[in-house]
């Protein structure tokens, strides 16, 4: 992967902003307390919320790359997935058991949409298709729930949620959030290996260039689609079992999606690094806001400045952090 | 073979060179267009013939040289400049306006001589109305010209191939320019159309006295029409003479045409 | 044989140029209109009214602002309700700093301030495109929410920071706003406003203003080229559409509510605007109001459907299978018509009039 | 596709058709339509379900007990918003006109759908009875004739729980010097105790900061590193809604705040956002206005008449000692004790929303009433007058134990004379902007 | 080319709707023998772009349908079948204007044309060095990015592309568009090739016909979705009408361009 330079220029500056703001806003106002550990821990523990923001944007990226589709769906499937997971569970399934079934069941819903939704669309625009996944979201959310109903389910993966170790004697790092970007970390390896490297994968990239020429070459469309949107649904399940055992398995784990846009315009809508990288940035970037500038202007900021933060990435890289610059012809 | 005597230069290229990144795609060109000439670029494709006609109305922004328009030399502008100093092109793709029909991709043509500001538009009373009637008479007779009547309320989409291609020389005469810029205006199409579009060409330089530059492969057309032309290769000019000239050029033969035709 | 426009010849370009150049049309047209403006008042009920007529009257102009930007000029935002919220705290603002201002005036005056913020959050759009460009919309979306709930002037230091529209009169006695305006008044105020509206714009999309809009849409680079300036006809573009969506926003505020708080135009307003114009049909003024009409009132069908056939399902399994049904319905159509309600309606047209030829 | 193109073309039509036609469904004469806005689906529903339950039980007890009021049956519709404003609207402009006499008042159950409505039903004449929640300068009748907020106001809510603290604490004297920090929802429901709170905090000499949380409220990690690791206050309070509570009380776990000293509004504490929390719940106090558990007579009636039966709305009648269902039992509660003060004075049949705005003006809700309906010691006494749309006010203080929740004081009563003061102020800014007069009382 | 029991692909008086509004072909009829170079002549839009994918089964996918009609491959009727599973049976469709896959390497692209293919990874490493032996520009370039590639490289790797199928049959659409002359000649030269070498069978779908006409052993000459003539190249090549309106040739010789005339002779066919 050859990263331009200015995407280098770009993290280096961000990086210095992240420090210097921060920094400044500390001397200037007696309301922001500045302490280098304190910033430190602010910094860790966005970075690895930021992770929790990438495995859900990597659900997007995915079935963006293969189908071109911008797939508003994604929070209703991680939703979706972790219901099911939950419910079979209380059912009185074994977790591993209950695991395996939901696996199957997303791939049984990977199927259906690409026979009921994507197939009659094929080739229509960016904008129908996105459309049509918000039809999907609205069948997913009252599907779930007519199943498994709306209250609220637990989801224990027994991990303490006390104070977790003190890093360097000063900075505080949370035992949950360390397994989650560990999990996060190992799901994208195995990802990007899978898409590099094998027949499959290359076949992916395949289509992700140009359907038409895919279809030619007797790329089977449907089967990678399957293919993809049960990835995508893996990667939604293992979004929804961190964010269900974070929040408990209800409704609103269907607008966390709301959370990995910001992450995925960043870091482009088809770069699986980008994912990555974006989360990790948009989560420390929106973190050291909150704690460091919010106070001057009334707090809350975290969700806009995300959203502005991005903003102003794309004005220097109008294709996102890792997204392939255009060149346009005539 | 005709014979017609040259205007004054009215364009001059002055050693351009464009690099997009490590890859050099025009190096050191030069060459000059006259008034109411047929001025034609030909080369192999990747011969950077598009990127020559970019840079000629500011799409593209060389690093090196200088364009001379009617005694005003520039090294930047902003695009929309082109249009409105009169240079018009058409694409090699063609760059039509899908969506909407052959009509209003015409009338967009006229967008810069349209004077009534966004209010008067809303209302559609009075000046607008009357504004637009008159541009809409001014585009009847190019459509009349393109004999394109039957296809005026059709979505350009929806349109074959050739039509496209008038439909956009159309859009581009509709500006009323003094430099028509054809990137391959007969790519794809057979003779009977070339002969379509050959004629269109002739008669726009012949009856509004438009300076053309014309990209083309079909060497037939190229030597037919052209006053001049220049050869282009892999970012370097090879030749630049009359048609007879270019053609028993040895360089030119071994680098694009192979056989001599 | 009802359908054709045989035996209809246009002698001039200026009838040709009429807004519809099909006899029938203009019938449909007018025949609407007496029964949006006449027969409708008359008959529908007070629900209809208030609660189904009004937020569909309203919401199909932010619909049609929408489309302005997204469906003419290819701008595709998700901004929509920061800037219908916009349009209802400065209607909100000028409405009690000046309580002489006439509801026209306020109303016109909050979307012109609508359209200067929509200027201001449009210069991304020079170089952002496409889906980067709406998610980036979303950052005045999120940003414009925070603004009104966090600074109490908007609000006049409201403790809850909801804003209340005080009762003002279109004339004499005739209340729009507040509690002693009948839903007939509020009904007939909206539909004026929208159907004066929806005509502006469609002289708009007709004239140059909305061919530059077009072209940048179909082609940025080729409209760039032609001599179509991207600056300033984005900009048109973002500040036309969001002065409708700020006067959707200040109808919303004080015409339909009467009070409301920042969320009532959350991100899922934006959403819901935009699912209008894409089932509708992405540059269509017809398609503002299809969209609007299927967005707004397919739910409440659905809702009220098992009622009406006598079932008694409780009401959360009717919201569940209300967001099934709705979900399928999406896809449906758009299976059917990817390019929404008013193209089907065009083809419905072009049918009847080969029928009962099929080709 | 031609078939399927036709069915729905049928389908659709006769949906619209029929709807055209109008709710034709026959409501009987003589008995009372009641509407109820409720949330059982949506990001909420953990929180909807079990009020909705509560308020269906307390209904159905009377019908199945007593025939309904005063012999009049009582006719339940339910609507549901999903915690919606615009569906809201909806519910309720469907629902008004409904049976004989139309719905008798509206419980919107979001302060959203409240305001949206706060002038229709001044026109409509039909009581909006918000508990707990809505606009707390509504307390003053005058200028609200139309609008009830009884048991309590969430600017009580913020004194009571400053009182609690103070108790703590050891007095008001020690709360100087103390630092007090508000997580809220940034909405209008949450930031309605706020000013109630930089009075008492100007009064008493503690520093409040503030932390608003964006709506949902999913990721609180910012808010929490600076409560925890950087203010280290002394106590949190909590205007929290939905799954914002579970994630605050997570993030507090994880940056080791004492939960003994995290103190919830009463819409802070359902059950259903500590379930999630888990172990890191443990400890953590919200006020309530209705006692908590199932341990009242009425809850033993409801599962004798309906449990036993099968009629109940809940799960099974373990889920009905839930604070959300007590509060749906209360709200109920409110508004069959109105409806049969209304049927007292105008007769036994079905009542308006204006002869019931007229019972609530002078409701009267006593111990010994409550004693007979077995939920003394579950609900405060409501004492309502023209002037006065609220009542004592009272709460009283609870903290989970990781399975439910424990009642750890009585009820607080809050400083109504300050209080009092800052409705009627409130209500005079909003009567000259929407220019309305104040109605006589007395 | 009368005898149909040897025709090896066989279009059989097809029909194609799109958007279950627009007729684009209106009862096309063409066979193609076993290891025949056969060419489809016509202008822009008359629709021999939509028979060439009619017989991939590539039309689905533009919101086209073949409503009336048959199309049969070695005698088996082929029209519901996917285009995966026609490129196992041999047919592979180039399509016009390339669609290489741009951010793929040369080879990357090359291996995906295999990707039906079962046979195991040396017989496809044998068949992408016999890619290369013919297209030795690709060997060059074989890891730069297909995006970044000449237009007639382009060309040459989607038709190295299809090669990796293995195929019997090559439906080509259009393989002079945009091409330098001596391309286009590099490039049928090495069609014709790999059919006398590898046996592939051809249907090109070309404007240039004179180019394509020299190449291919028999025509069809489409107009507004209707085969209007078809023989041999060679009498093609010498019929009047052909010469006039398709090579440019009138009786006299070559006519230049700048004589076109305002008014031309009309066709004998109708169209």
Same mark, same amino acid.
């Given at each position: 992967m050859?990263?331009e330079r200015d995407?280098?220029y770009?993290?280096i500056?961000?990086?210095?902003?992240?420090?210097?703001?921060?920094?400044a806003?500390?001397?200037l106002?007696?309301?922001?307390?500045?302490?280098?550990? $304190?910033f430190?821990?602010?910094?860790?523990g966005?970075?690895l919320?930021g992770?929790?923001?990438?495995?859900?944007?990597?659900?997007?990226?995915l079935?963006?790359k293969?189908?071109?589709v911008?797939n508003?769906?994604? *929070?209703?499937?991680?939703?979706?997935?972790?219901?099911t997971l939950?419910?079979l569970n209380?059912l009185?399934l074994?977790?591993?058991?209950?695991?395996i079934?939901?696996?199957?069941?997303?791939?049984?819903?990977a199927?259906?949409i690409e026979r009921?939704v994507?197939?009659?669309?094929?080739?229509q %625009?960016h904008?129908?298709?996105?459309?049509a996944?918000?039809?999907i979201?609205?069948f997913?959310d009252?599907?779930?729930?007519?199943?498994?109903?709306s209250?609220?389910?637990?989801l224990d993966?027994g991990?303490?949620?006390?104070p977790?170790?003190?890093?360097?004697?000063?900075?505080?790092i949370?035992d949950f959030d360390?397994v989650?970007?560990?999990?996060a970390?190992?799901?994208?390896?195995?990802l990007?290996l $899978?898409?590099?490297?094998?027949?499959?994968?290359?076949?992916? !990239?395949a289509?992700?260039d140009?359907?038409?020429?895919a279809?030619s070459?007797?790329?089977?469309?449907?089967?990678?689609?399957?293919?993809?949107?049960a990835?995508a649904?893996?990667?939604?399940?293992?979004a929804?079992?961190?964010w *269900?055992?974070?929040l408990?398995?209800? $409704?609103?784990?269907?607008?966390i999606a709301l959370?990995?846009?910001p992450?995925l315009i960043?870091g482009?809508?088809?770069?699986v690094?980008g994912?990555i990288i974006g989360?990790?940035?948009? *989560?420390?970037?929106?973190?050291l806001?909150?704690?460091f500038?919010a106070?001057?202007?009334g707090? *809350?900021?975290?969700?806009?400045?995300?959203?502005?933060?991005?903003?102003?990435?794309?004005v220097?890289?109008?294709?996102?952090? $890792?997204? %392939?610059?255009?060149?346009? !012809?005539? | 073979?005709h014979?017609?005597t040259?205007?004054?230069?009215?364009?001059?290229?002055?050693?351009?060179?464009?690099?997009?990144g490590?890859?050099?795609?025009?190096?050191?060109?030069?060459?000059?267009?006259r008034?109411?000439?047929i001025r034609s670029?030909?080369?192999?494709?990747?011969?950077?013939?598009?990127?020559?006609l970019?840079?000629?109305?500011g799409f593209?922004?060389?690093?090196?040289?200088?364009i001379?328009?009617?005694g005003e030399?520039?090294?930047?502008m902003?695009?929309?400049?082109?249009?409105?100093q009169g240079?018009?092109r058409?694409?090699?793709?063609i760059?039509?306006f899908?969506?909407?029909?052959?009509l209003?991709?015409?009338?967009?043509?006229?967008?810069l001589?349209?004077k009534s500001?966004?209010?008067l538009?809303?209302?559609?009373?009075g000046?607008a109305q009357?504004?637009?009637i008159?541009?809409r008479?001014k585009v009847?007779?190019?459509?009349?010209?393109?004999?394109?009547?039957?296809?005026?309320?059709?979505p350009?989409?929806?349109?074959?191939?050739?039509?496209?291609k008038?439909?956009?020389?159309g859009?581009?005469?509709?500006?009323?320019?003094d430099i028509?810029l054809l990137d391959?205006?007969?790519?794809?199409?057979n003779?009977?159309?070339?002969?379509?579009?050959?004629?269109?060409v002739l008669?726009?330089?012949?009856?509004?006295?438009?300076t053309?530059?014309?990209i083309e492969?079909?060497?037939?057309?190229?030597?037919?029409?052209?006053?001049?032309?220049?050869?282009?290769?892999?970012g370097l000019?090879?030749?630049?003479?009359?048609p007879d000239e270019?053609?028993?050029?040895q360089a030119v033969?071994?680098?694009?045409?192979?056989v001599?035709h | 044989?009802?359908?054709?426009?045989?035996g209809?010849?246009?002698?001039s370009?200026r009838?040709?140029?009429?807004?519809l150049?099909?006899?029938q049309?203009?019938w449909?047209?007018w025949?609407?209109?007496?029964?949006?403006f006449?027969?409708?008042?008359?008959?529908?009920?007070e629900?209809w009214?208030?609660?189904?007529?009004?937020p569909?009257?309203?919401l199909a102009l932010?619909?049609l602002?929408?489309?302005?930007?997204?469906?003419?000029a290819?701008?595709?935002?998700?901004?929509? @309700?920061g800037?219908?919220?916009t349009?209802?705290?400065a209607?909100?603002?000028?409405?009690t700093?000046?309580p002489e201002?006439?509801?026209?005036?306020?109303?016109?005056?909050?979307?012109?301030?609508t359209?200067?913020?929509g200027?201001?959050?449009g210069?991304p759009s020079?170089?952002i495109?496409?889906f980067?460009?709406?998610?980036a919309?979303l950052?005045?979306q999120?940003?414009?929410?925070?603004?009104?709930n966090?600074? @109490?002037?908007?609000?006049?230091? #409201?403790s809850s920071g909801?804003?209340?529209?005080?009762p003002?009169?279109?004339f004499?006695?005739?209340f729009v706003?507040g509690?002693?305006?009948t839903?007939v008044?509020?009904?007939?105020?909206?539909?004026?406003l929208?159907?004066?509206?929806?005509?502006?714009t469609?002289?708009?999309?007709r004239?140059n203003?909305?061919?530059?809009?077009?072209?940048?849409?179909?082609m940025?680079i080729a409209?760039?080229?032609?001599g179509?300036?991207?600056?300033?006809?984005?900009?048109k573009?973002f500040a036309?559409s969001s002065?409708l969506?700020g &006067?959707?926003?200040?109808?919303?505020?004080?015409?339909?509510?009467? #009070?409301v708080e920042?969320?009532?135009?959350?991100?899922?307003r934006s959403f819901?605007?935009?699912?209008?114009?894409?089932i509708?049909?992405?540059?269509?003024i017809?398609?503002a109001?299809l969209g609007?009409?299927f967005i707004?009132?397919?739910?409440?069908l659905l809702?009220n459907?098992?009622?009406?056939?006598?079932?008694?399902?409780?009401?959360?399994i009717?919201?569940h299978?209300?967001?099934?049904?709705?979900?399928?319905? &999406?896809?449906f159509f758009? &299976?059917?018509?990817p390019h929404g309600?008013?193209?089907?309606?065009?083809i419905?047209?072009?049918?009847?009039?080969?029928?009962p030829?099929?080709? | 596709?031609k078939?399927?193109?036709?069915?729905?073309?049928i389908?659709?039509?006769a949906?619209?058709?029929?709807?055209l036609a109008?709710?034709?469904t026959?409501f009987a004469?003589?008995?009372?339509?009641?509407?109820?806005l409720?949330y059982r689906t949506?990001?909420?529903?953990?929180?909807?379900?079990?009020?909705a339950?509560?308020?269906?039980?307390?209904?159905?007890l009377l019908?199945?007990r007593?025939?309904?009021?005063?012999?009049v049956?009582?006719?339940l519709?339910?609507?549901?918003?999903?915690?919606?404003t615009d569906?809201?609207?909806?519910c309720?402009?469907?629902?008004?006109?409904?049976?004989a006499?139309?719905?008798?008042?509206v419980m919107?159950?979001s302060?959203?759908?409240?305001?949206?409505?706060?002038?229709r039903?001044?026109a409509?004449k039909?009581?909006l009875?918000t508990?707990?929640y809505g606009?707390a300068?509504?307390?003053d009748?005058?200028?609200?004739?139309?609008v009830?907020?009884?048991?309590a106001t969430?600017w009580?809510?913020?004194?009571?729980?400053i009182?609690?603290i103070?108790?703590q604490?050891?007095?008001?004297g020690?709360?100087?010097?103390?630092k007090?920090?508000?997580?809220?929802?940034?909405?209008?429901?949450?930031k309605?105790?706020i000013?109630t709170?930089?009075?008492?905090?100007?009064q008493?000499?503690?520093?409040?900061?503030?932390f608003?949380?964006p709506?949902?409220?999913?990721?609180?990690?910012?808010t929490?590193l600076?409560?925890?690791?950087?203010l280290?206050?002394?106590?949190v309070l909590?205007?929290?809604?939905g799954v914002?509570?579970?994630?605050?009380?997570?993030?507090?776990?994880a940056?080791?705040f004492?939960?003994?000293k995290?103190i919830?509004?009463?819409?802070?504490?359902n059950?259903?956002?500590?379930?999630?929390a888990?172990?890191?719940a443990v400890?953590?106090?919200?006020?309530?206005?209705?006692g908590?558990g199932?341990?009242?007579?009425?809850?033993?009636?409801i599962?004798k008449?309906?449990?036993?039966?099968?009629?109940g709305?809940?799960?099974?009648?373990g889920?009905?000692?839930?604070?959300a269902?007590?509060?749906?039992?209360?709200?109920?509660l409110?508004?069959t004790e109105?409806?049969?003060?209304?049927?007292n004075?105008y007769?036994?049949?079905?009542?308006?929303?204006?002869?019931?705005a007229w019972?609530l003006?002078?409701l009267?809700?006593?111990?010994e009433?409550?004693?007979?309906i077995?939920?003394?010691?579950?609900?405060?006494p409501i004492?309502?007058?023209?002037?006065?749309h609220?009542?004592?006010g009272?709460?009283?203080?609870?903290?989970w134990?990781g399975k439910?929740?424990?009642t750890i004081s009585?009820?607080i009563?809050?400083?109504s004379e300050?209080l009092?003061?800052?409705y009627?102020a409130?209500?005079?800014q909003?009567a000259?902007?929407?220019g309305i007069?104040?109605?006589?009382?007395? | 080319?009368t005898?149909?029991?040897?025709?090896f692909?066989?279009v059989?008086?097809?029909?194609?709707i799109?958007?279950h509004?627009?007729?684009?072909?209106?009862?096309?009829?063409?066979?193609?023998?076993?290891?025949?170079?056969v060419?489809?002549?016509g202008?822009?839009?008359a629709?021999k772009?939509?028979?060439?994918k009619?017989i991939?089964?590539?039309?689905?996918?533009?919101?086209?349908?073949?409503?009336?009609?048959s199309?049969?491959?070695?005698?088996e009727?082929?029209?519901?079948?996917?285009?995966?599973?026609?490129?196992?049976?041999?047919v592979?469709?180039?399509m016009?204007?390339?669609?290489?896959?741009?951010?793929l390497?040369?080879e990357?692209?090359?291996l995906t044309?295999?990707?039906?293919?079962?046979d195991?990874?040396k017989?496809?490493?044998?068949?992408?060095?016999l890619?290369?032996d013919?297209?030795?520009r690709?060997?060059e370039?074989?890891?730069s990015q297909?995006g970044?590639t000449?237009?007639?490289?382009?060309?040459?790797?989607?038709?190295?592309?299809?090669?990796m199928?293995k195929?019997?049959?090559?439906?080509?659409?259009?393989?002079s568009?945009?091409?330098?002359p001596?391309l286009?000649?590099?490039i049928?030269?090495?069609?014709?090739?790999?059919?006398?070498?590898?046996?592939?069978?051809?249907?090109?779908a070309e404007q240039n016909?004179?180019?394509?006409l020299?190449?291919?052993?028999y025509?069809?000459?489409m107009?507004n979705?209707?085969v209007?003539?078809?023989?041999?190249?060679?009498?093609?090549?010498?019929?009047?009408?052909?010469?006039?309106?398709?090579?440019?040739i009138?009786t006299e010789?070559?006519?230049?361009?700048?004589?076109v005339?305002?008014?031309?002779r009309?066709k004998?066919w109708l169209?």
């Open positions: 050859r990263i995407v280098i770009i993290f500056a961000t990086l210095f902003l992240m420090v210097a703001i921060p920094w806003a500390g001397q106002s007696e309301d922001i307390f500045f302490e280098w550990p $304190f430190f821990e602010v910094a860790i966005g970075l919320a992770v929790m923001y990438s495995l859900v944007a990597l659900g997007f990226v079935i963006f293969a189908s071109g911008f508003f769906a994604q *929070g209703a499937m991680v939703l979706f997935s972790a219901l939950v419910g209380e009185g074994p977790m591993w058991l209950a695991v079934v939901t696996l199957i069941v997303m791939l049984v819903l199927i259906v009921v994507l197939r009659p669309l094929v080739n %625009e904008i129908i298709l996105f459309m996944t918000i039809g979201t609205y997913l009252g599907f779930g729930q007519t199943l498994w109903g209250e609220v389910k637990i993966l991990i303490p949620s006390e977790g170790f003190y890093f360097g004697g000063a900075i505080l949370n360390l989650a970007a560990l999990i970390g190992v799901l994208v390896v195995s990007a $899978f898409f590099q490297y094998t027949r499959i994968g290359r076949a992916l !990239r289509v992700a140009d359907h038409q020429a279809l070459v007797g790329i089977p469309l449907k089967h990678i689609w399957v293919i993809v949107w990835v649904g893996i990667v939604a399940l293992v929804g079992i961190m *269900g055992s974070k408990g398995v209800q $409704f609103s784990l269907a607008l959370k990995a846009l992450v960043l482009g809508f088809t770069s690094p994912a989360g990790l940035i948009i *989560g420390a970037g929106e973190k806001a909150e704690v500038i106070p001057l202007i707090g *809350g900021i975290e969700d806009w400045f995300a959203y502005m933060l991005a903003l102003a990435f794309l220097f890289r109008p294709q996102g952090l $890792f997204g %392939e610059k255009i060149i346009e !012809r005539v | 073979m014979e017609r040259l205007g004054d230069v009215v364009l001059e290229v002055r050693n351009i060179s464009l690099s997009f490590a890859m050099r795609v025009l190096n050191d060109i030069s060459f000059d267009v008034q109411g000439e670029i030909i080369g192999p494709n990747g011969a950077g013939k598009s990127s020559m970019n840079v000629i109305n593209y922004h060389p690093q090196e040289g200088t001379t328009y009617r030399t520039r090294h930047q902003k695009v929309h400049k082109a249009a409105e240079i018009a058409t694409f090699q793709n760059a039509l899908k969506g909407m029909t052959t209003d991709n015409i009338m967009t043509g006229r967008n001589k349209i500001n966004m209010l538009q809303a209302i559609y009373w000046k009357k504004e637009e008159e541009h008479k009847e007779e190019i459509i009349d010209f393109l004999e394109i009547q039957a296809i005026r309320k059709t350009v989409g929806r349109l074959p191939y050739g039509m496209q008038r439909v956009e020389l859009r581009a005469l509709a500006a009323e320019p028509l391959e205006p007969m790519a794809g199409m003779v009977e159309e070339k002969e379509d579009m050959s004629r269109f008669d726009i330089n012949d009856e509004f006295g438009t053309i530059i014309l492969h079909d060497m037939g057309v190229v030597m037919d029409l052209s006053d001049r032309v220049v050869v282009l290769d892999y000019q090879l030749a630049d003479g009359p270019v053609r028993s050029n033969i071994d680098a694009y045409l192979g001599s | 044989m009802i359908y054709r426009e045989a209809e010849f246009k002698a370009y009838e040709d140029m009429a807004i150049p099909i006899r049309d203009r449909f047209m025949a609407l209109m007496a029964v949006a006449l027969v409708i008042p008359s008959i529908a009920s629900y009214l208030g609660t189904i007529m009004l569909f009257l309203i932010a619909a602002g929408l489309n302005v930007l997204t469906g003419y290819g701008q595709l935002s998700l901004g929509t @309700g800037f219908m919220a349009g209802a705290f209607a909100y603002k000028l409405a700093a000046f201002l006439h509801i026209i005036v306020v109303i016109l005056l909050a979307g012109l301030i359209a200067g913020v200027i201001l959050f210069i020079l170089r495109k496409g980067y460009l709406a998610v919309t950052a005045s999120f940003f414009l929410i925070w603004m009104f966090k600074f @109490g002037w908007f609000t006049n230091y #409201s909801v804003i209340s529209a005080p003002m009169t279109a004499g006695d005739f706003t509690p002693h305006a839903p008044a509020k009904y007939l105020f909206a539909l004026t929208v159907v004066f509206f929806a005509m502006m469609k002289n708009l999309v004239s203003i909305g061919r530059e809009w077009m072209a940048v849409r179909d940025d409209a760039e080229i032609i179509i300036k991207m600056l300033p006809t984005k900009l573009a036309y002065f969506c &006067i959707a926003g200040a109808l919303w505020a004080f015409v339909h509510t009467g #009070s920042p969320l009532a135009f959350d991100v899922n819901q605007i935009l699912f209008m114009i894409i509708g049909g992405l540059g269509s017809m398609g109001f609007s009409a707004v009132l397919l739910p409440i809702t459907a098992p009622h009406l056939f006598g079932l008694n399902i409780p009401v959360d009717i919201s299978i209300e967001f099934m049904v709705f979900g399928a319905l &999406i896809l758009l &299976i059917v018509e309600l008013a193209r089907l309606w065009q419905t047209k072009e049918k009847l009039r080969l029928w030829f099929p080709y | 596709m078939l399927t193109k036709m069915k729905t073309t389908i659709a039509a949906v619209i058709a029929g709807s109008g709710a034709a026959a004469a003589d008995s009372q339509f009641i509407g109820s409720v949506g990001p909420y529903a953990p929180g909807g379900i079990p009020w339950d509560g308020f269906a039980d307390y209904i159905n019908n199945e007593d025939g309904g009021i005063n012999g049956r009582l006719d519709e339910e609507c549901d918003t999903a915690y919606n569906k809201g609207v909806e309720y402009e469907r629902l008004k006109n409904n049976g006499t139309g719905m008798p008042a919107p159950l302060t959203g759908i409240t305001y949206a409505l706060l002038d039903v001044v409509d039909i009581p009875i508990s707990g606009r300068d509504a307390a009748g005058r200028i609200f004739p139309y009830f907020v009884p048991p969430y009580g809510g913020a004194d009571i729980a009182n609690y103070a108790t604490e050891g007095g008001y020690k709360l100087k010097g103390k007090i920090a508000l997580v809220y929802h940034d909405s209008a429901y949450g309605e105790p000013n709170l930089q009075a008492l905090a100007d008493h000499g503690f520093k409040l900061s503030k608003p949380v709506h949902p409220g999913l990721e609180q990690k910012a929490w600076k409560i925890g690791r950087q280290r206050p002394d106590y909590m205007w929290g809604w914002m509570n579970a994630t605050a009380i997570k993030e507090a776990a940056v080791g004492p939960r003994e995290f919830g509004v009463w819409w802070s504490g059950d259903a956002d500590m379930i999630p888990g172990k890191a400890g953590y106090k919200s006020l309530q206005f209705n908590v199932s341990d009242f007579g009425v809850h033993k009636q599962k008449e309906l449990y036993d039966k099968g009629k709305s809940a799960k099974s009648a889920n009905t000692g839930e604070v269902y007590n509060r749906g039992l209360q709200s109920a409110i508004l109105a409806l049969r003060a209304a049927m004075q007769g036994n049949k079905p009542v308006t929303g204006e002869q019931v019972a003006d002078r009267s809700i006593t111990e009433r409550l004693k007979e077995g939920a003394d010691g579950l609900f405060d004492e309502l007058s023209c002037v006065d609220l009542g004592k009272r709460a009283k203080v609870t903290q134990d439910q929740w424990e009585d009820w009563e809050p400083n300050m009092r003061a800052m009627e409130s209500a005079a909003y000259k902007e929407k007069m104040p109605r006589p009382c007395g | 080319m005898d149909s029991s040897k025709s692909l066989q059989n008086n097809i029909e194609v799109y958007d509004v627009i007729l684009v072909l209106k009862g096309v009829s063409l066979e193609v023998p076993e290891g025949g170079i060419a489809l002549l202008a822009n839009g629709g772009s939509t028979t060439l009619a991939s089964n590539l039309l689905g996918a533009e919101r086209g349908d073949v409503t009336k009609g199309i049969e491959y070695k005698g009727v082929v029209d519901s079948l996917n285009p995966s599973d026609l490129v196992k049976r041999g592979v469709q180039v016009e204007g390339r669609h290489c896959f741009e951010h390497s040369i990357e692209n090359l044309g295999a990707y039906t293919r079962k195991g990874r017989a496809i490493a044998r068949d992408m060095q890619v290369y013919y297209f030795p690709l060997h370039r074989r890891s297909a970044y000449s237009g007639g490289e382009q060309q040459m790797c989607a038709i190295g592309r299809a090669l199928a195929p019997d049959m090559i439906l080509l659409d259009e393989p568009m945009g091409l330098a001596q286009v000649e590099e049928f030269e090495i069609v014709r090739k790999l059919n006398q070498n590898e046996g592939v069978s051809f249907l090109l016909t004179n180019v394509a020299r190449y291919s052993d025509g069809y000459i107009e979705g209707r209007v003539m078809e023989g041999n190249a060679k009498e093609l090549s010498e019929n009047e009408d052909v010469k006039e309106f398709y090579l440019g009138s010789g070559r006519k230049s361009f700048r004589d005339k305002h008014y031309r009309r004998r169209t």
